[in-house]
C-alpha cells in the first residue's frame, strides 16, 4: 500500500522542522492564553447544567437505583410512583424501543435492569415528573421484589490468586456464562532460565485501588424532541460520537437522526466516556416518548455511584536480575477488578498488560493478567487506563532490586532502560525518539537527587524524609484496540476570520489550544483570528474518542493536514499576486503577506482570502490523519502495541511522620519526553495536575464498601481529593523533545502519561525514608494511608531505631 | 439541614431562623471574669476578636485553622458547632477544656447548664423545646495558662480527624498548676468528653516531655475506648489519641514558654 | 419551610424582590430564577466551593444559604464582580497566570480571593492557601491560583481595579505571553 498523502505531510513537516528549536517556532512550544480563558474566569462558559434555565417545560428524569449489590428481580411495582403528584410517567426496561444495552466494549450492560441487579448504582426504572423533587420522592415509591444473591465484593473470590482459574460462585454474569472478562498475556524468552541464573531475586505483592475521578461538574444531560422526530441532545461527555452510537442502539434509530453537542466540560479524566452514554440515552428515551425537553442531573452522590472508577489491582510481580544490574526476567499474575460491568475494561486490561514490563529492556517475560466481575461500581477509563497500576508494582520492584544489589535506584535503572535502537518486551523496535534517559538526567539534576538522597539517610528523629524515583512509558492513543483515525475542519471566513471545527472536547485539559497553535504555526495567523466551535456531532468531522493522550498527537496531524492544505493553496495564489519565486517563497504573517526577499512590498491577509475566494481557492478544508494499523498477537503479547510511547521520570520528596504515618509530600521534579512542546501552558499545567491527581492515588483516594456493596464515601469529605494545603511547595517541570516523526512537529501525548508515575515515586520517596530493608517491603499498597503506613512502621520497629 | 434534604434525620415540625439575631449573638467580650461568646459567633468573628491574640485562648487558632475550610468559617455558628454534639464538633472539643457552660433561653426562662451536662447522647444536646443556646460562656483563664488542639488525618483540612484532643495547662514554674485535657471521644458514645484520670495523673507533677509520654501510655489505653470503623481501626485510633494528646499538651507548654 | 417568603436582595447591583420557599437555596436561586450560571453546583454539601458567592461582603456557600433568610442581603457573583464591560484585576490575574483549565471551580476561587483581598490587600502566601481552602480544584491548578491571588494583589496594591475587557481581550485573548 502506497503512504496516504497526510503520512507524507506529516512526516514532510517533521523533517523540515526537526532541527528548529521550539523557541523558534511562533505558537508551537509558546505559552499562548488559552481560548476559553477570559470566558472562564467570567464564569460563561455554559456547561451542561447551565442550559436548564433556558428551557421551556421540561420534565425532570430521576433514576432509581438498585438497593441491592447482586439479586434477581422478580418484579418491579411502579403503581404507587405513578400515582405520586407531578408524576408523568414511570419507565422500565420493558419501555426501551431499541436495545436495553449501554456497553462500552461488549453488550453486558442494560440501561434499565431487567433480570438482575449487579452493583448498588443499577438504575431499576426512571421517574419522569414536573419537578427534579417530585420524581425523587416518588422514586421511593418505587417496589421491587429482589431475590438477594450472595455478593462478590473482592476479585480474589472470583479468581484463585496463583492459578488465576475462576473459583466456584454464584455467577454475576450468568448470561456470559464466566465472570472472567478478559485475560491477556505476555510470553516473551526463557523465564525460568532468566530465574535460574539470576544473582538476586524479588517478589511481592502489590495492591492498588480503584480511584474517583472527582471531577467537579456532576454529570447532566437535555434531550429536546425535535419536530422530524429526531433528538438533540446536550450532554457532559468527553466523547460525543460514542454517546451517538450508544443513543441510537437503545432507541432504535439511525444515527443521523441523533444530534449530540457536548457544551462545556467540568473535568472528565476518562470518567465522562460513557456515563454520558447512558444520561443521554435516559434522557433522549423520555424526551421522545413524552414530547418534551427532558433533563437529568446527578447529584455529587450519584455522580460517584454511577460512573467507573480507575480499576483496583492486584499483583504478584517476581523479577530476577544478574550481579551487574542487569534485568533478566520478569514474572507477573495480575488481576484487575472491573465491577460490575465490563464498560472500558477490556481495553484496560490490554493497556495494562502491554506497560507490565516498564519501561525497560526486558527479554524474558512471562506475564498473566486476569480483569474479572465483582459486584462494585465499574471500573472504566480513568487517565492512565490499566498503566498507574502496573508501574506502581514494577517501579516498587526496581526500588527492591537496586536496594538487593546495593545500587542507587536512579544507576540501577540507568542499566536497564529503553533507549534508541532498543526493542520493547513486544519486540517493537524504537528506532528513534526515545528521550528516557535524558529525561532521568534532567530530573535529578532539577531534584538535586543525590545530594538529598544522602541528606535525608541522615536524618534522625520521628519525623523523616525520603526522596524517591520512578520512570514511565505510556503508549500514546488506542493502539490496536480499535481504528485510530482522527478528523478537523478549518474554514477561513471571508473576512480571513477563521472557523475551527473539530469533534474534540476540551474537558479542561486544554488539548483544543494544542490544536489551534499548530493551524496558526501553519498558517501564519495570529491565533485570535480563530473561532472554536462546540462539538457538535451535526456539524464538526468526527475526531474520534478524546481519550488516551491522542488529541495532541492524533487530532494534531489532522489540523496540520487541513491547514497545511489550506496553506499549500494560499501559497500558490500569494506567490502570483506578489511575483515571488516560488509559492514556497511566501510568507504569511498575517496581517501581512509577503515574498521572503522582499518583506516591505506586501498584501494583506484579507486581500488573499478575497482574491482566494475569487479565484476558487478552496478556503474550506478537512484534515484527516489514521494511525497505521497497530498489531498484537494475543498468544505471546508481541507486536507494535502503539505507534509511539511518552517517556517520563518522577522525583518525590516525602516527609514522614513516624508517631502517625502520615506522609507529606515537600517537593517534586518530572520531566516527560514528548517529542515537542506544542502548547506550552497546557504542558505544563499537565506536568502539574497529573502530578497532584497522582499525589491523591498515592496517598489519600480509596473506595471503601460496606459488606452489602454500598460505597460508603460518595463525598468530598469523606473521599480525600488533594487540597490546596497538601499539595507540596513547588513542582519542578521540564520536558524533553526526542522527537516522533508522525507526530505533528514531532510531538507525542501528555495527557494521561502524566499520572502514571507519580504514586510509585511517592512510594519509593516513602521507602527511602522508612530506611529499613524488610519495611520497604511492606510500602507494597496504594493509598499509603497513614492507618497502613503506621502498621508497617509498628512491625518493623522503626521508630526505636 | 443537609440531614434534613438527605432524609437521614426526621424534618422537624418547625424551623426556626435565628440567623436574623446575629448582629445581637455573635459578640465575644470578657466580662466579670467571664468570656462570654454570643451563640451565633461564626469562627471568623472568634478570629476577629481577643481569643485569637491571646496566648491564653491559643487553642483558639488551633481549631479554627482546621476548621472546614476558610468560607465555612464564616457560616458556622459556636452555638451550632456545640449543639450539633457529635465527635466532630471542633469547638466543642475545645471548650470542654475551658469548663464551658452554655446560656440556654426558652420560654420559661434562662438556664446555665455545664456542657457536660448539656450533651446527652450524639446529636442530642438537652434542649426543651422552645430553648435555645444563646451564649456559651467560660472562666477568663490566668495569665501562665494556654491551650492547644491538635487535628490530623489523610490531609490537612476538610477531614474529620483522627483522634482530634484539646490540652489546657496551667504552669508555675515547671509544675502543672492546673490541667485539662478533652477528646473527640472518649468512649464509643462518640462525644466529646474530658480525660480526668490524665489530668489527675499529671496535675502537680513537674512538666517534662519524659512525664507526658509516659502519662499518655499508661493512662489513655486503659481510660479511652475507640470505635473501629472502614476509615481506620479502633487500635489506630487509639495509637492516634496518644499522639494527638501528647502534641496537643506539649503545643500548650511550649506556648508557655516550656519544651 | 412551607408557605412563600417575601426577600428583597440586591444581586450583583440590582434589586429584586423576589417570593421564594423556604426551602430554596440561595444557589437555585441565582442560578435558575435570576440566571447567575456562573455559580456552579459541584457537591450540594459545602465541601467543593464551587458555589461560593459574596453575601454582605462574605464568602458564602450559596449550596448551604437559604434564601428566604436574606432579606435585605447584597450578594455578589463571578458576574457581578466588575461592572458591564470589565473585568476585574484579580480576573485579569487568573487569565495572566494560566492556571484555568476546565474552568468550573474558576468562579468560587476568584469570589474566595476578591473576599481575602477585600480584606487584606497584600496577603502573605500562607494566608492565600488558607483562603483558597475554600474550594477544591481536581485539574490540579492549585499552584498558578496561588500565583494568580498574589499578582490580583499587586494589580489592586497600584491602584488598577477595573480593567476595560476590550483591552484585556487585545492584549491576551489567544495570545503568547511567554
Known sequence: MSRPNYVEIVESIFHKTKHIKTSEFKYIGKKVVRWDAISKVAGRPIFTADLFNLVKNPVFVYSVRSKYAHARIKSIDTSDAERYPGVIRVFTSRDVPGINDIGYVIPDQPMLADRKVRYIGDTVALVVAESLENARDAGELISVDYEPLPVYLDPLQIVDFETLREKEHVLIHDERGTDILTRYRIRVGDVEKAFKEASVIVENVYSTPAQEHAYLEPEAALAIPEPDGSVTIYVKTQCPFDVRRAVSNVLGLPYHMIRVIAPALGGGFGGAEDVGNEVAAKSALVALALKRPAIIIHTREESTISHTKRHAMKAYYRHAAGRDGRLLGVEARIVLDTGAYASLGPFVAWRATVHSTGPYRVENARVDLVNVYTNKIPAGAFRGFGNPQVHFAVERQMDLLAEELGLDPVEFRLKNILRNGDRTVHGQLLDHGVGLEEAIKRAVELSNYYEKRKLYESMDGVVRRGIGVAVMYHGNSIGAEGADYSAVSIIINRDGSITFRSGTTDMGQGSIQSLLNIAGEVLGVPLSYFKVELPDTASVPDSGPTVASRVTVMTGNATLVAAYKLRQGLNALASEMLGCRSPDQVVIEAPRVYCIDKPEKYITWRELIEQAFWKGIPLQEYGYFRAPPAEWHDETGTGQPYFTYTFGAIVSEVEVDLETGITRVLGATTVYDIGRVINRVGAELHAIGGYVQGMGYALTEDTYYSPDGKLLNPSFSAYHIPTVLDIPGKINVDFVEAGFVRGPFGAKGLGEPSIVGIAPSIANAIAHALRQKRAKYGVNKIPVTPDFLYEVIKKYELKKQ | ?259 | MRGLHRVKMRVNGRDYELEVPGHERLLDTLRYRLGFTGVKEGCGRGECGTCIVLVNGEPRNSCLTLTARLDGAEVTTIEGIAPPGKLHAIQVAFIETAGVQCGFCTPGFIMVAKALLDRNIDPSEEEIRNWLTSVLCRCGSYHLYIDAVKKASEYLKKGVVFIDERDVREKLHLRVVG
Not at chain 2, 454534639?85 to 420560654?107: E, I, K, M, P, Q
Open chain 2, 1 to 259: 439541614m443537609i440531614l434534613i434534604r438527605d432524609k437521614r434525620i426526621k424534618p422537624p415540625k418547625y424551623l426556626v431562623d435565628i440567623l436574623r439575631f446575629r448582629d445581637q449573638l455573635s459578640y465575644v467580650r470578657l466580662e466579670n471574669g467571664y468570656v462570654k461568646i454570643g451563640a451565633l459567633a461564626t469562627p471568623w468573628d472568634l478570629s476577629q476578636s481577643i481569643l485569637h491574640r491571646d496566648e491564653r485562648f491559643a487553642g483558639f487558632r488551633d481549631v479554627w485553622s482546621k476548621f472546614g475550610t476558610m468560607s465555612l468559617r464564616f457560616m458556622a455558628t459556636i452555638g451550632g458547632n456545640i449543639a450539633t454534639a457529635t465527635d466532630f464538633s471542633d469547638y466543642l472539643v475545645l471548650l470542654h477544656v475551658y469548663n464551658a457552660s452554655v446560656r440556654l433561653r426558652g420560654v420559661n426562662g434562662e438556664r446555665v447548664v455545664p456542657l457536660e451536662k448539656l450533651i446527652l447522647e450524639r446529636r442530642k444536646p438537652d434542649l426543651k423545646p422552645g430553648e435555645i443556646i444563646t451564649e456559651v460562656l467560660f472562666p477568663e483563664p490566668p495569665v501562665g495558662a494556654s491551650s492547644a488542639f491538635e487535628k490530623f488525618d489523610r490531609r490537612s483540612i476538610l477531614v474529620a480527624g483522627l483522634a482530634n484532643s484539646a490540652s489546657y495547662i496551667q504552669l508555675e514554674g515547671k509544675r502543672i498548676i492546673d490541667v485539662r485535657i478533652s477528646l473527640d471521644t472518649t468512649g464509643l458514645n462518640r462525644i466529646p468528653g474530658r480525660l480526668r484520670e490524665l489530668e489527675d495523673y499529671l496535675k502537680g507533677r513537674e512538666f517534662s516531655a519524659e512525664l507526658i509520654e509516659k502519662a499518655v501510655e499508661e493512662v489513655i489505653p486503659r481510660s479511652v475506648a475507640k470505635y473501629s470503623d472502614w476509615w481506620a481501626s479502633g487500635e489506630y485510633r487509639l495509637e492516634m489519641t496518644k499522639v494527638s494528646v501528647k502534641r496537643s499538651l506539649l503545643k500548650a507548654c511550649k506556648r508557655l514558654g516550656v519544651v
